[in-house]
C-alpha cells in the first residue's frame, strides 16, 4: 500500500503562484503513475495532471495547459505541481494520486491511492 502526503497548499492572490508537493511512502514510487485532482465545493472531482512512471509523459487538463507542470522525483518519492497565473476559479481542494497501471489517467476511479488533500484558495 502507498500513503501520500500532500502539501503546499495555502491563500494566494489571482495571477500568483503555487507549488504542491505530495510524498510517498510505502512501496516503490517509481512503480506508480502519479496524478492530482482537485476538487471545489458542491463539485466533482476533477482532472489536473498526470505524469507516468520514468515521468517521460505528462497529461494535463485543458484548463490547466501553459499554467501547471507537473514533476517527480524518484528518487525523493516526490511528486509536485507547480501553479502558475492562478485563478479564483482555481480554488478547491488538491489531492495526490498513484496507481500502478495507468489504466485511465483522467479519471478518479483510475487510481487506487489518495492523498487527504490541501486547499488551495485564490483570492480575487
Known amino acids: 500500500q502507498v500513503q501520500l502526503v500532500e502539501s503546499g497548499g495555502g491563500l494566494v492572490q489571482a495571477g500568483g503562484s503555487l507549488r504542491l508537493s505530495c510524498v510517498a511512502s510505502?512501496?516503490?514510487?517509481?512503480?506508480?503513475?502519479m496524478g492530482w485532482f482537485r476538487q471545489a465545493p458542491g463539485k466533482e472531482r476533477e482532472f489536473v495532471a498526470a505524469i507516468t512512471w520514468s515521468g517521460g509523459s505528462k497529461y494535463y487538463a485543458d484548463s490547466m495547459k501553459g499554467r501547471f507542470t507537473i514533476s517527480r522525483d524518484n528518487a525523493l518519492n516526490t511528486v509536485n505541481l507547480h501553479m502558475n497565473s492562478l485563478k479564483p476559479e482555481d480554488t478547491a481542494v488538491y489531492y495526490c494520486a498513484a496507481d500502478l497501471h495507468g489504466s485511465d489517467l483522467y479519471k478518479p476511479a483510475g487510481y487506487n491511492y489518495w492523498g487527504q488533500g490541501t486547499q488551495v484558495t485564490v483570492s480575487s
Open positions: 510505502g512501496r516503490t514510487f517509481s512503480n506508480y503513475v
